[in-house]
């Protein structure tokens, strides 16, 4: 069991692994003490060098950057743990948001649990999160399945399991998938559940689209559908 850190300093104490959430599209977003944890320590664990130098390069910050992403984690999880035991201090992002959720961050997390090693959370931005709070579908409970398999099949099996769910169900999807997603809603769940596509959260051309399945799928046939999507999908007796 590890001792407590000093959560309130916004010094990086040697030894720690530090899980520090980034903007998910507005650089206002950062908080004052990611943007000190990650100009102190010694080294920071990302997802791809050339996003997290950009976003530090508008930080006036400069810090050595170890690549730590879905291809090369599980090894670099235990020699980003290694540097932790001896002592170094070590922050791991993702491109955007908190790390460990649908994004590289889980595996160094836990091989600083098994050898004891103090991890210290810095939240923020998160983009699930941020779209339940604006939603306005239920978020007494939801559950959080990230980006589900790429072929149909596999979705709508997911869609049917969760027909009759008694939460809100919330899905990452990819730009490239998101008009046959919601379709995929429309067939399983029917035309009238409740659902929310939130498209580019925090950045310029930010949408939220908010109604029946079928409404809202027309709604998206309308839309450029490049960028980053998120979707809930209501429990099915929930009206607007």
């Known amino acids: 069991m590890t001792a407590p850190a000093s959560n309130n300093s916004l010094t990086p104490l040697a030894g720690h692994l530090y899980v520090v959430a980034t903007p998910i599209g507005n650089l206002a977003d950062v908080t004052e003490r990611a943007r000190a944890i990650l100009g102190a320590v010694d080294v920071i664990a990302c997802e791809d060098t050339r996003t997290t130098g950009g976003l530090l390069h508008r930080l006036e910050l400069h810090k ?11 090894e670099a999880a235990e020699r980003l743990a290694d540097l932790v035991a001896l002592g170094k201090s070590v922050a791991v992002v993702s491109d955007a948001g908190t790390p460990g959720l649908s994004d590289p961050g889980f595996r160094l997390v836990r091989a600083c649990r098994r050898r004891g090693l103090p991890v210290v959370p ?23 399945v990230g980006f589900l398999p790429a072929k149909t099949a596999a979705r709508s099996a997911f869609l049917q399991k969760y027909h009759d769910f008694d939460y809100t169900l919330a899905v990452y999807e990819s730009c490239h998938r998101i008009d046959k997603f919601v379709t995929e809603i429309v067939e399983v769940h029917g035309p009238g559940r409740v659902i929310c596509v939130a498209k580019e959260v925090t950045k310029i051309h930010e ?19 490049k960028g980053e999507f998120v979707v809930l999908i209501a429990p099915k007796d929930f009206t607007p």
Do not use: M, R, W
């Open 207 to 225: 949408t939220f689209l908010v109604g029946l399945a079928a409404d809202v799928q027309a709604q998206l046939a309308k839309l450029s559908l």
């Open 64 to 74: 050595e950057l170890i690549p730590y992403h879905e291809h090369n984690e599980t």
């Open 122 to 144: 810095v939240p923020g931005p998160c983009a699930i999160t941020a779209v339940l709070s604006a939603s306005g579908l239920p978020t007494n409970g939801f559950l959080f």
